[in-house]
Structures are given as C-alpha cells and as structure tokens.
C-alpha cells in the first residue's frame, strides 16, 4: 500500500559468498577487503574468489574470528602482550604472538617459532611476516578510506610451501586491524 513502510529481515549468513579452497600458489592478487563500512568484517580473495573471513569479536574488539574453509581460528588476548591462537573447537592455543614496545612483535611458539612482524615503511603502512633473518615470507600492503580499511598481501615462494601461510594470512591481518584501532582512536 501507499505510505505503508516494510521492515528488511536479515538472514545471518545472508549474501555472504561460499568459502572456496585457500590455495597457496595461486598467483593472481591476494587482497584482504572490507565490504561495508565501519563494519569490523573482511573477506580475503585470491583473485575473484572468496576464500576467508576474518570477524572482529569480543569485549572493546580484541579478539576475531578467522574462518577459511577447512579451518577456523579464534585469535584472543592475553595480558601482558601475549596474542594466543586457537583452533576452533579446543581451548589449546596452537600459537601465540607478542607484541613488542614499539611496533611489531615475534611468534613465540608453535611450528613458526621465531617469525618477527614488523613494518617496513616509516608511516606503517607496509608490514611484513620475516625470518629471524629478516627475509620476508608476507608483505601487506595496507590502504585506508573512509571508514574502510583493507590490503593487498604479497606472499614469498617460501611462504606458498610452508603449511601455515593461511594461518599468517590471517594472523597479519588481524594485528594490522587491531593496530589501526588503536592508533586511530
């Protein structure tokens, strides 16, 4: 009728794509976009395909959810400066992360051992997962809009072999998020 007002019902899950297989050498662009504005969810695409998602979650947004489609990981907090990664469906972190002072930090434990994240241009806007010799294995790069964050990612031969990469695409991406929340207030 004439001047009647509907209501949209949303469906969870509702217009999200298919999660389709993460695939380490593909060598089309890998980017970490953000499809709506101020909302604290991305998708990553190898190309034009949808291969995971990462969600913000918990109290004042230190914890998401990254989910691709043969895993799930939650990324939480731990005080001091400790960031723990856990499988979904276990409470066993399978690797943690500590921040260091200034920018940056190192993979503590778990099969990537001493793996630093550091930026790589002065205004930090460039990151990158690296040896302890400092060899990149990950490089973001990230781009900021209004109200709208996302990157491109550059992975290295040397990160497409090794079994974690989509688990460092992930854990990048979240600790560049977490970051410019904080720095940008």
């Given at each position: 009728?004439?001047?009647?007002?509907?209501?949209?019902?949303?469906?969870?899950?509702?217009?999200?794509p298919?999660?389709?297989?993460?695939?380490?050498d593909?060598?089309?662009?890998?980017?970490?976009?953000q499809p709506?504005?101020?909302?604290?969810?991305?998708?990553?695409?190898q190309?034009?395909?949808?291969?995971?998602?990462?969600?913000?979650?918990g109290?004042?947004?230190?914890g998401?959810?990254?989910?691709?489609?043969?895993?799930?990981?939650?990324f939480?907090?731990q005080l001091p400066?400790?960031?723990?990664?856990?499988?979904?469906?276990?409470?066993?972190?399978i690797?943690?992360f500590r921040?260091g002072?200034l920018?940056?930090?190192?993979?503590l434990?778990?099969?990537?051992?001493?793996?630093?994240?550091?930026p790589?241009n002065?205004w930090?806007t460039?990151?990158?997962?690296?040896t302890p010799?400092?060899l990149?294995?990950?490089r973001?790069h990230?781009?900021?809009?209004f109200?709208?964050?996302?990157?491109s990612?550059?992975?290295?031969?040397?990160?497409?072999?090794?079994?974690s990469?989509?688990?460092w695409?992930?854990?990048?991406w979240?600790?560049?998020v977490h970051?410019r929340?904080?720095?940008?207030?």
């Open positions: 009728m004439w001047g009647t007002r509907t209501e949209s019902v949303t469906i969870p899950g509702a217009g999200e298919e999660l389709e297989a993460f695939d380490p593909d060598r089309e662009s890998w980017r970490w976009i709506r504005r101020a909302r604290w969810h991305w998708r990553l695409l190309g034009a395909r949808t291969v995971a998602t990462l969600d913000r979650r109290g004042f947004g230190t998401s959810v990254a989910r691709f489609r043969n895993a799930t990981w939650r939480r907090r400066l400790d960031l723990l990664v856990v499988p979904e469906g276990s409470e066993q972190p690797a943690r921040s002072w920018a940056g930090g190192r993979m434990d778990g099969a990537d051992a001493g793996l630093l994240w550091r790589t002065f930090c460039r990151w990158a997962l690296m010799d400092r990149p294995l990950l973001f990230e781009r900021q809009g109200f709208k964050v996302e990157a990612l550059e992975p290295e031969d040397a990160a497409r072999r090794n079994p990469l989509a688990l695409t992930a854990l990048g979240h600790l560049l970051r929340r904080h720095h940008d207030g």
